[in-house]
């Protein structure tokens, strides 16, 4: 008889006493009082221009759905274009309808890629409904937008009609992820299309979807009048790049030089799950960083970026969003759901001068399950370092230094496995305070990242079980293999192990049919 060999389906990751870290500062996240006027909207386009808030696109309800015809319902499409003042707390909203399809359709859609260049808002692709085929397409668009003129016609109620420009290019057909700028180089980073209506599955023949697996490379011509793209050039990488609804972050290097870090994203080829590596890209290339797991923070969500430049380091600051690992509060381990669920955890990967990544848990937590798909507004004034990376060194002791806004409120980490019609877009507004006085100064949880994506397989196992990771570092180890009542079954591995693809084969022929838990530690780590 072949004998089964079973895991269970809830892993833990502990975080061992003693394994902490100092970052210098705190982060206090409390609900505005004096800005009360934002949209509920989530997954559309946001820009800040002369200290207003501008919202085009996106979505009204919560979470999408999964089953068509249901998925992506008409009556919850953001077809008004918002203009929020924070400091005076006012609103103003102007509809749509009155422009042609080929402009309102794609700029109507959700998770379209955007960036704003002096006084004009690229938006590019999309995906939403297209009237003249009766379905949904990622739009081949990119729509210029003379954010100024858009904006003052909205709050003083006169015709948006005259501030949009278009035109159509099928590489630009791409919905999920962002477009960042290098110098005068737009690069449009991974993401995917999808043609026609949403599902979960991806067999029923109700839609077409393709990842790009690239990095788009372009710059825009545009003389105020019409729009092309030139220079255009891609890097491809079926393994690296197959990444959609990621953080792109800007990043600023102790060199002075730019470039960008894509953080995670969705889904591997064969399995529902998030990515863990970081991918670093500046005008030299490109580069998976294969020594760093991010543990606590997988799916786009309101980020922040703060920049040191006495030491040379970078602060990547997530805010709730959805992840593989939640901070179990009461045990203080890291616990993993297969289910990827939304969170409310804050975490900060810090990057140093010599480009080293480490990621920690702020132990501040958003007020509710929030953050996904949410929007991350730098207050008025905030010093800004090429208007997109905070400046810390310019910070006061204790500072508001931005706003959150939008996104998925859920009253269930798992509302993709039950109802997803429970959860809302949040209209609420969060400031976000940063404390940077010797009073603000705490330690935090780090991430240990010595055990890297650890699996065993195949599961259920009959003759023999592959166990499988990746050491961060030279290390000793130690792994044994326990049942569900915790009692020790067998030793599989005792020893040094170097910096690189451990691949270890156990026999399982002599164990009784059952549920197992493999144990893997070094001196300070254990995870299971």
């Keep these: 008889m072949k004998i089964k060999f079973l895991f269970a389906a809830l892993f833990c990751i502990l975080v061992p006493k003693g394994v902490f870290a100092q970052v210098p500062f705190s982060i206090q996240i409390k609900q505005s009082l004096s800005v009360t006027n934002a949209p509920a909207l989530h997954s559309g386009v946001f820009v800040t221009y002369n200290n207003k808030w501008i919202f085009i696109g996106g979505r009204k309800n919560g979470l999408h759905g999964f089953q068509p015809p249901f998925a992506f319902p008409a009556s919850s499409v953001n077809d008004r274009i918002y203009v929020v003042d924070p400091v005076t707390d006012q609103s103003w909203n102007a509809s749509t309808s009155a422009l042609p399809e080929n402009i309102s359709e794609p700029i109507n859609s959700s998770n379209m890629q955007f960036y704003l260049t002096d006084t004009t808002l690229y938006m590019i692709g999309g995906y939403g409904w297209k ?231 702020s132990n501040t937590t958003m007020p509710a399950l929030l953050g996904t798909n949410a929007y991350f507004f730098p207050a008025p004034g905030i010093p800004m370092i090429a208007d997109e990376i905070i400046d810390y060194t310019n910070l006061s002791g204790n500072q508001l230094i931005g706003y959150i806004t939008g996104g998925i409120d859920t009253p269930d980490p798992n509302i993709s496995l039950s109802d997803p019609s429970l959860s809302s877009a949040s209209s609420l507004v969060y400031e976000v305070w940063l404390n940077k006085s010797s009073t603000g100064i705490r330690n935090v949880n780090v991430t240990d990242n010595s055990i890297l994506d650890l699996a065993a397989f195949p599961s259920p196992a009959t003759d023999n079980l592959t166990l499988q990771f990746i050491s961060g570092k030279q290390q000793s180890v130690k792994i044994d293999l326990f049942n569900i009542q915790g009692q020790l079954i067998q030793p599989v591995f005792a020893g040094p192990v170097n910096k690189e693809k451990i691949r270890l084969s156990i026999s399982t022929k002599d164990i009784s049919p059952g549920n197992y838990f493999i144990v893997i530690r070094n001196s300070s780590f254990r995870r299971t």
């Design 131 to 361: 009237d003249s085929i009766a379905d949904f397409v990622t739009f081949p668009t990119l729509t210029a937008v003379n954010i100024k003129g858009l904006m003052n016609a909205v709050i003083q109620g006169n015709s948006i009609g005259g501030y949009f420009r278009q035109m159509n290019d099928q590489r630009l057909a791409v919905c999920g992820t962002h477009v960042q700028k290098i110098d005068s180089t737009y690069y449009l980073v991974f993401g995917h299309r999808f043609d026609g209506r949403y599902d979960r599955s991806s067999t029923t023949g109700f839609h077409i979807q393709k990842y790009t697996n690239e990095i788009r490379k372009f710059r825009i011509a545009d003389n105020g009048t019409n729009l092309s793209i030139t220079h255009y050039s891609a890097d491809y990488d079926t393994i690296n790049f197959h990444r959609r609804d990621l953080n792109i972050i800007p990043q600023r290097y102790f060199n002075g030089e730019k470039g960008l870090t894509a953080f995670s994203g969705v889904f591997q080829y064969n399995v529902n799950l998030p990515y863990h590596t970081c991918i670093n890209i500046s005008k030299s290339g490109n580069a998976v960083d294969q020594s760093f797991n991010q543990n606590l923070s997988h799916y786009h969500s309101a980020v922040a970026a703060i920049y040191d430049s006495v030491p040379g380091k970078q602060y990547n600051i997530f805010f709730g969003g959805i992840s593989l690992y939640y901070i179990d509060t009461i045990s203080n381990t890291q616990v993993k759901d297969t289910a990827v669920p939304f969170v409310n955890t804050v975490s900060i990967v810090v990057r140093d001068k010599n480009n080293s990544y480490a990621e920690y848990n």
